[in-house]
């Protein structure tokens, strides 16, 4: 990975810490994106001190809002000529319903819109960089989650932190193989996958009770961060899947994604209202 520059979203904690430490160690230049600049800045450290490279910087954003993320990537734009591969990692389950900076439901607005609108806005600098690789962290919770084209920001149903996790997970890969189809013959490739079952902050430091004893009885079986990182370096460095494109990846395989996320009306219906809750259009 020498000579590369990789972007990785969320590399504060959990899989992003270990991923951005990873490409660290594979020699990559990397910039760590963080929510909070002290976590940030503790993380830097760390990565520095761990990997023993200087080439780690660091950025600050909330992915849930568009004027931080059109202000990240305007940075990335300024100080960096290549960008070879970007990690849309950040993510959150969202306890209670809440809207973001633009009014947007926060799950949505953090997990999927964010990431969406930085792609688009790196898309020229990734293309000028081919091959490049665009890698989204999802989560299997999308298998179970059902889409409601009429209500993704619960609005009219009853919020639920994991329903509306598992549904920002759906449109992450349903937007994975809509923009992987528009990006043939570019160079850039894009896929999306599934870390694994990982003992990270996104349990939560004070779950409801049903779910801290769930959580309780599955975390001896769960990945440490840096297992959970393995699935998202692989489909950012090996040579394996240089050419692969719009696949979702489970244990760094090849991987069926739900149904619903690779129904071709249903991806032109995500895409299409990605583009307007951006405010962006793909070119
Ligand atoms: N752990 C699992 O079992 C599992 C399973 C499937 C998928 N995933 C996915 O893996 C990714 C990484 O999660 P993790 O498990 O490593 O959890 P984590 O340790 O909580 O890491 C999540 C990262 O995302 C950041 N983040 C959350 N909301 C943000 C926002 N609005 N703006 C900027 N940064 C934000 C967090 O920053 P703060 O520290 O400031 O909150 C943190 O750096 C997520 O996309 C998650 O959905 C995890």
Redesign the pocket.
Request: charged residues 10%; positive net charge.
């Given at each position: 990975m020498s000579g590369k520059t990789c972007v990785v979203?969320?590399?504060?904690?959990?899989?992003?810490k270990e991923t951005a430490l990873g490409l660290a160690q594979m020699g990559a230049h990397v910039v760590i994106v963080?929510?909070?600049a002290d976590?940030g800045k503790a993380a830097l450290e760390d990565i520095r001190s761990v990997s023993g490279s200087l080439q780690v910087d660091l950025l600050i954003?909330?992915?849930?809002s568009q004027a931080s993320v059109r202000e990240l990537a305007k940075q990335i734009l300024e100080r960096y000529p290549r960008l070879d591969v970007l990690i849309n990692?950040?993510?959150?389950a969202v306890p209670k319903r809440g809207v973001s900076a633009d009014g947007i439901e926060m799950t949505v607005a953090?997990?999927h819109l964010?990431g969406a609108l930085l792609t688009f806005l790196l898309l020229d600098l990734l293309k000028s960089s081919a091959p490049s690789r665009i890698i989204n962290?999802?989560?299997?919770?999308h298998q179970g989650a059902k889409i409601d084209m009429a209500d993704l920001q619960y609005e009219r149903r009853k919020y639920s932190s994991i329903r509306a996790?598992g549904q920002s997970?759906v449109l992450m890969n349903a937007f994975t193989f809509e923009l992987a189809r528009r990006l043939e013959g570019t160079g850039v490739t894009v896929n999306c996958l599934?870390?694994?079952?990982?003992a990270?902050?996104?349990?939560g430091t004070n779950p409801p009770l049903p779910f801290k004893l769930l959580i309780a009885l599955i975390k001896p079986f769960?990945l440490n961060?840096k297992q959970?990182a393995e699935c998202t370096l692989y489909a950012a460095a090996s040579p394996d899947v240089a050419q692969s494109s719009g696949k979702y990846f489970v244990k760094s395989k090849i991987a069926e994604s739900s149904r619903q996320s690779r129904d071709p009306k249903l991806m032109g219906e995500i895409w299409q209202w990605t583009e307007r809750m951006i405010g962006q259009a793909f070119s």
């Open positions: 979203t969320g590399a504060n904690s959990g899989i992003g963080c929510r909070n976590k954003v909330d992915m849930s990692n950040a993510g959150a953090a997990n964010g962290v999802s989560s299997q919770a996790y997970k599934h870390p694994g079952v990982v990270t902050n996104i349990w769960m961060s959970g």
